[in-house]
């Protein structure tokens, strides 16, 4: 049960991060279609999305483990 209850969690919470980088990608090229962007921020919001997608990895490797022959 209490696998269950893990597989759960952690999969709401891939989809959470899923929706936050996706709403990273839009920051990102809303401040990129600016005519002066602060740079900063720009790198800022594009370590925020590297960080994402390494715990988006981590989960999906934790919930669907590559299984070798």
């Known amino acids: ?21 996706r709403d990273l990608d839009a920051a990102i090229d809303a401040l990129q279609a600016t005519v002066r962007f602060d740079q900063l921020q720009l790198q800022r919001l594009k370590k925020k999305k590297l960080r994402l997608r390494d715990e988006i990895a981590r989960i999906q490797d934790q919930l669907y483990p590559d299984i070798i022959a």
């Open 1 to 21: 049960m209490s696998g269950m209850l893990d597989k759960e969690n952690l999969t709401a919470r891939l989809q959470e991060l899923r929706l936050e980088h």
